[in-house]
């Protein structure tokens, strides 16, 4: 079983894995946090495409219609149409992101997002013996 099938038993244990190449070029990402970078290599590593940040979603809009609040997460798995947010250690950030979630859930119900915890990344890292370089 490989990361994608842990990926799957975290969001949906009922879902099929698929296997397909990687097709992912890295030069050009820059990384927000060395946590995506992180997480970026075991999707690497198990061979699951991945893109990052590749879309933004308007959350609030002004009465003018200017946006006042949009939300861009981490990952999109195009083999599982799946969204990927990744959170750190502080409570607050994660608080905040899980209020933008749910507001993203709400607008767009046919978007599939899931929230991961640095322990989601830790847990993945062991499960399938990776070294851990530093502290996700």
Not at 13 to 41: G, M, W, Y
Request: proline share 6%.
């Amino acid at each position: 079983m490989g990361i994608s099938s842990c990926i799957l038993e975290l969001i949906d244990p009922k879902q099929e894995v698929t296997k397909q190449p990687v097709i992912t070029s890295r030069l050009d990402v820059v990384f927000a946090h060395h946590s995506e970078e992180i997480f970026a290599n075991l999707l690497d590593f198990y061979k699951v495409r991945w893109e990052y940040e590749p879309r933004a979603f308007v959350l609030l809009r002004d009465e003018d219609g200017n946006i006042k609040e949009s939300f861009t997460p981490d990952f999109y798995l195009p083999d599982y149409d799946l969204y990927i947010e990744l959170t750190t250690r502080r409570k607050n950030l994660g608080t905040r992101k899980r209020r933008r979630i749910e507001r993203l859930e709400e607008l767009y119900p046919d978007i599939k997002i899931r929230l991961f915890h640095p322990k989601d990344i830790q847990k993945l890292m062991v499960k399938y013996s990776i070294p851990a370089q530093t502290k996700v």
